[in-house]
């Protein structure tokens, strides 16, 4: 009797502390940098081109050449008055809308814009950007569903000490019959990073983009997160829609790996699209000085941030003596340095516009242009065209339609949604 009280007193405390151990995970304290000075621009620090040119792994990896097929296009305004970060079309061809301020709005197909759905998260952080991305279930039609991610301040957090403080979140909820709040709203994932995007896989997981703190003032090798297998920043996570974690994630199972991670080694992912050909996840990354990214993501790799890329620190110095390639770590499909600050990203497979099939479309916010990227069997870029020059805006999204057209989102507090058609 006494060897039996003992071995259980002794499960019971490996259970206890196992238990303390997941709950020290769940309420660990993710760093931030300190707040820096308002206004105030730090001492030799620049975002300008300083003439870096790294060579690249292969050629046609940066700075492709111009399309031998183009496409001819007419350019009308569909919807303006947003100050969207995300869009996504619902199954009736009506365009769902998160705009940075933390509303989600219904655009009908007539381009006018819905007033916010209530019901937004009462713990929604509403300093900077609140809302990231919303996404519709693949089965909306029948279970009106959608996710969502959004900015959250932890308990203890102070704004006016720290850089980027809120963590992104990712939710899932209703909406209502009348098209007028959301309902049920469930959070599935405290994701750690100061920002990131949802998208639905072929399978119905989501996977989740994650962002480290970046920016003038951070050094990049002091924010080794994106490499560090207990920390959900910089990564792309992947997790069912009811907030569980897949059985089959590379790492479930790895002690001291957080079971989440599907891939590993990003920096400022911006956004996130899958391709319809493979079913592979494609991200566009923010670089530092330079080095921006477009990321064929696939299951467990490593995509080498900040120890290998294509761009220097905001003081002009090296990350890693320049080191832009190692073993056992993932070269990007394509990069730009300087540059062009990629933010959402899409592909094309309408009929509309035939010599655009199979195109990976970016939307540039420091370009102030689309790009199109033309894709061989091997997805190496062979080609590369920039749209919309003309209209000297930042691109903040870019969607293919139902009706074939290309629509493309404009940034800032009074944005467009622009339709590319024949």
Known sequence: MIRRAKWALAVCVALLMGLSAV???????????????????????????????????W?????????????????????????????????????LLGERTGSIRIVGKDGKAGAPLAGMPANMFAQGQALFSVQPDKSFATNRTIYFTYSVLPEGADPAKQRSPAHVHVASAKITADDKGLEGVKDLLDAEGTGGRVIQAPDGTLLVETTVPAGLGIVSDQWMQPQQADSLMGKVLRINADGTIPRDNPFVGKAGTRPEIY???????????????????????????????????????????????????????????????????????????????????????????????????VSG????????????????????????????????GVQEGPDGALYVLTDGANGKILRLHK
């Open 23 to 57: 709950m020290a995970a769940q309420t660990r304290t993710v760093p931030r940098p300190p707040a820096a000075p308002p206004g105030q621009q730090p001492p030799g620090e620049s975002a300008a081109p300083d003439g870096y040119q790294p060579l690249p792994a």
């Open 59 to 95: 050629l046609g990896q940066t700075r492709a050449p111009v399309p031998a097929k183009i496409e001819t296009f007419t350019v009308d305004t569909f919807s303006e008055g947003l100050n969207g970060a995300w869009f996504r079309f619902l199954p009736d061809g009506r365009i």
């Open 263 to 361: 891939a590993f080694g990003l920096r400022d992912p911006q956004g996130l699209a899958i391709q319809p050909k493979t079913g592979h996840a494609f991200t566009s990354e923010h670089g530092p000085r330079g080095g921006d990214e477009i990321n064929e993501v696939e299951k467990g790799k490593n995509y080498g941030f900040p120890v290998i890329g294509y761009g220097r620190d905001y003081t002009g110095k090296p990350i890693n003596n320049d080191k832009t390639a190692q073993v056992g770590m993932e070269q990007p499909v394509y990069f730009w340095t300087p540059d062009i600050a990629p933010a959402g990203i899409a592909f094309y497979s309408g009929k509309m516009f035939p010599a655009w099939d199979g195109n990976l479309f």
């Open 365 to 396: 916010l420091a370009a102030k242009y689309l790009v199109r990227l033309v894709l061989d069997t091997r997805n190496h870029v062979v080609a590369e065209e920039r749209l919309l020059v003309d209209q000297n805006a930042r691109i903040r």
